[in-house]
């Protein structure tokens, strides 16, 4: 597509579930990165990935939150047993590459996700 | 740990200068960027400039560089209301992948 895609855009869901959210990068974008957004803050740093690995997933909070990219391509972020604290607007954001480059990332229009 | 610093909010009148100050604690950021992000929309990038240079202008936009006092600045000429918007103020974290952003300001752009 022409810019990254993220499904769905709202997601409501109950404490204690479990929720899926999905990213589609720019094509042929090998770097992709999740982050959080609370409200009145900048985005912060979850998980990175080149190609399918996880280059760094030093910002991902605890257990309950997992990433996975096995094509390369798609990405989905995986939330166990939702909090409260876990509400927030989840940005994705994809870069041509992430090596010693300006690291320019192009961004999602984010998923709501409201815990209940 | 990195921190990068922004003020909260910016009030300018239609046709003035904004200048959006932000400072930052990584003395080696390789790189830093100032991004835009409209309501219920995600970041879009605005620019960039590379901790070598010291100043970078690009049509309406001019961001200075003091490497010496970790401070970033971006100068929006002739502001429109269109302008107005969150700016985030970000640096690349040296030898690693992450981007570290400010909290934003919020600029108002009054007609």
């Known amino acids: 597509g022409a810019g990254v895609s993220q499904t769905p855009s709202n997601k409501v869901t109950e404490k204690g579930k479990y929720v899926e959210l999905r990213c589609d990068p720019i094509s042929g974008h090998t770097a992709l990165y999740w982050y959080r957004q609370s409200l009145g803050q900048g985005p912060e740093f979850l998980i990175y990935f080149q190609g399918t690995g996880a280059a760094d997933d030093s910002g991902l909070p605890n257990d309950r939150f997992f990433a996975v990219r096995p094509e390369g391509s798609v990405s989905t972020l995986k939330i166990q047993r939702t909090e409260r604290g876990d509400s927030a607007v989840y940005l994705c954001?994809?870069?041509?590459?992430?090596?010693?480059?300006?690291?320019?990332?192009?961004f999602g229009a984010g998923t709501r996700l409201s815990v209940l | 740990g990195e921190d990068v610093e922004q003020s909260l909010f910016l009030s300018v009148r239609e046709g003035d200068s904004s200048v959006i100050n932000c400072t930052y604690t990584?003395?080696?950021?390789?790189?830093l960027y100032w991004y835009k992000q409209e309501p219920g929309a995600g970041l879009q990038l605005l620019t960039y400039i590379f901790s070598n240079m010291d100043m970078k202008q690009d049509q309406r936009l001019t961001v200075l560089l003091n490497k010496k006092d970790k401070h970033l600045s971006l100068r929006i000429a002739d502001t429109q209301t269109g302008d107005s918007a969150i700016y985030f103020c970000?640096?690349?974290?040296?030898?690693?992948?992450?981007?570290?952003f400010g909290a934003g300001t919020r600029l108002f752009v009054k007609a």
């Open positions: 970000a640096e690349k974290v040296t030898g690693g992948f992450k981007t570290i």
């Open positions: 990584d003395s080696s950021s390789t790189y």
């Open positions: 954001a994809s870069s041509p590459t992430g090596r010693g480059n300006k690291n320019i990332q192009y």
